[in-house]
């Protein structure tokens, strides 16, 4: 017959699993919420949020708690089942270290992309799983032997709130300096300098074998006939952005580092929203109105609104190719 002690072990929670598992729904919410202090406090989150999958995985491995009296099995193997506190948290470290870079290239692979959204959601969705294997294996144990560190932190802070002795405060005392430590590398990886954000743009076409290259770009075009390239916006500004794209053809006199333009018509112009971290491509198709030798076909792309006039030189970013627009005789004079 079970004690009563034994019955309230069996309805705990495991406070721990608990506690990760509400860390990684924080840490995911935090990735989607836009708000003005989501920065410093996702930055916060970083610091244990790093743990995350080490610590559950750890869990899941390891059900049962440190060796102690009940323990007498002369066999010194089996002592790995049964790992302390501070074993589990440096093997946390280690397998996080890990653990994070395959599960971001598990993301790639399943067809997602190594960007925030994606890894966010495999590092979150393994973290989840693992702790509901943990907590498995933890109650098909008996109570005596499971991992309960609930218990441990309690009396640790009773102890500490009662009668502090020298060695419990220095354990807290370092704790918070490595937490604090740690945090402030973190908060200094995570943060993006100013310099560091940047938009990209791009221009390319499909080969025959559907292969996306920079080279075969259209050359030689008609009056009126479209033409299309597979335009690429690519994100790193720490935020969405909704982009503004205009395509001009210009046609230009003089020597080509001296040259003027003479002549400017705006082919299209569209606005995009790609996320922070994410990549935007799509087909462009255009129709050239004038004709003419060496004109240049240029894709302007903006941050902010574009001017009145827009042009290469006030683009934050420019891609361009020449092309000869012809008419239907085939006729490129100007």
């Not at 840490?27 to 920065?39: E, M, N, S």
């Not at 501070?86 to 890990?98: D, I």
């Not at 462009?284 to 109105?289: F, R």
């Amino acid at each position: 017959m079970r004690s009563p002690t034994d019955a309230d072990a069996d309805s705990r929670a495991p406070v721990d699993l608990v506690v990760v598992a509400l860390l990684a729904v924080a840490v995911a919410a935090l990735t989607v919420a836009d708000a003005p202090w989501r920065g410093p406090v996702r930055a916060a989150l970083a610091v244990v949020g790093f743990f995350l999958p080490g610590y559950a995985l750890v869990a899941a491995l390891f059900p049962r708690g440190p060796v102690g009296d009940r323990e007498a099995s002369p066999v010194d193997i089996e002592r790995v089942h049964y790992l302390d506190g501070f074993t589990r948290a440096v093997l946390a470290g280690a397998l996080a270290l890990v653990v994070s870079p395959l599960l971001g290239i598990a993301a790639d692979l399943a067809g997602g992309s190594i960007t925030t959204g994606p890894v966010i959601g495999v590092l979150v969705g393994f973290t989840l799983v693992a702790c509901a294997v943990a907590a498995v294996r933890r109650r098909r144990l008996p109570p005596a032997d499971r991992y309960r560190p609930g218990a441990r932190w309690a009396a640790t802070l009773r102890r500490l709130v009662r009668n502090p002795d020298r060695e419990t405060v220095a354990g807290v005392v370092v704790a918070l300096a490595v937490v604090i430590a740690a945090g402030g590398v973190v908060s200094a990886a995570v943060s993006q300098p100013s310099g560091e954000q940047f938009s990209e743009l791009s221009i390319v076409t499909a080969s025959e074998s559907g292969q996306l290259t920079a080279a075969n770009y259209p050359e030689n075009l008609t009056l009126g006939e479209p033409a299309t390239v597979r335009l690429g916006v690519e994100n790193h500004e720490g935020q969405t952005v909704e982009y503004t794209v205009v395509v001009v053809l210009q046609r230009l006199d003089g020597p080509p580092r001296d040259a003027t333009v003479t002549e400017t018509a705006t082919l299209d112009r569209f606005a995009l929203t790609v996320a922070d971290g994410a990549t935007d491509r799509r087909d462009v198709t255009v129709q050239p109105t004038m004709t003419g030798k060496n004109l240049r076909l240029a894709y302007l792309l903006y941050v902010d609104a574009p001017p009145d006039q827009p042009t290469p030189e006030n683009a934050d970013r420019e891609a361009h190719v020449w092309v000869t627009v012809e008419d239907d005789t085939g006729d490129a004079t100007a």
